[in-house]
């Protein structure tokens, strides 16, 4: 069965110490996997698309990195506006998004 | 440019109840979804749509219905409103290509629904 994992469910750092959110994933024929942030009572935002193993984007303090089997987010000496909560989908063959239950990062200043 | 609009922002509906949520895109986006995001769960999947004129079922479509005349509005129906359809509603939608890039989905800011 197609599924997407997400972990830590949420995590708190102090400004400045950087972290990574994982996204695991088992789906028949990766098309996509994608990053989305989400702020309290808006809609997901798009941040970053990877397609193949050992592709990595970067934007700001995030950097997004694949490999056959998960995804790993990292946040480098993030900030206060960093806190958010992140999730991670995959596109597979029959070409709809399964999403992750999010990770809900929390940085304090 | 709007990008993916939602109306109504909240709603709150009593057992039994009828109504229509509006999702209207300024993109010349050929898909279009309808997601639902409760707590624990994830979004999930309710009805999508192709094209104009196109819909197709996702993870958890019963008791909805949707339509998508125009290619740029894409409604969502419900027609008996449950307590279980108490939720979080977010439109989404993307271009039609072969490109990875193509399905980078864009949503809406969604629509807060309590059935009482």
């Known amino acids: 069965e197609d599924q997407v994992t997400q972990s830590p469910e949420a995590l708190r750092l102090q400004e400045g110490e950087s972290s990574s959110l994982n996204c695991s994933y088992t789906v028949s024929g990766l098309r996509g996997l994608f990053w989305y942030r989400q702020d309290p009572g808006k809609g997901p935002e798009f941040l970053f698309t990877l397609y193949s193993a050992g592709e990595e984007k970067e934007k700001e303090r995030l950097k997004a990195t694949l490999t056959k089997k998960e995804s790993f987010l990292h946040i480098t000496a993030p900030k206060p506006e960093d806190s958010a909560t992140y999730l991670c989908?995959?596109?597979?063959?029959?070409?709809?998004?399964?999403f992750g239950q999010g990770t809900e990062l929390s940085v304090k200043p | 440019n709007a990008g993916v609009t939602q109306t109504p922002k909240f709603r709150v509906l009593k057992t039994g109840q009828s109504m229509t949520l509006l999702c209207a895109q300024d993109?010349?986006?050929?898909?279009m979804y309808w997601y639902r995001q409760d707590p624990g769960m994830g979004l999930r999947l309710i009805h999508y749509?192709?094209?104009?004129?196109?819909?197709a079922k996702g993870e958890v479509p019963d008791g909805y219905n949707v339509s998508r005349l125009k290619k740029q509005n894409f409604l969502l129906g419900l027609e008996s409103a449950a307590p279980s359809q108490t939720s979080v509603y977010f439109c989404?939608?993307?271009?039609?290509?072969?490109?990875?890039?193509?399905?980078?989905?864009?949503f809406g800011p969604g629509t807060r629904l309590t059935v009482t």
């Open positions: 989908a995959v596109r597979h063959q029959g070409g709809k998004l399964i």
């Open positions: 749509s192709v094209g104009e004129g196109t819909t």
């Open positions: 993109m010349n986006h050929e898909y």
């Open positions: 989404a939608s993307n271009r039609q290509g072969l490109r990875v890039s193509s399905y980078e989905q864009y």
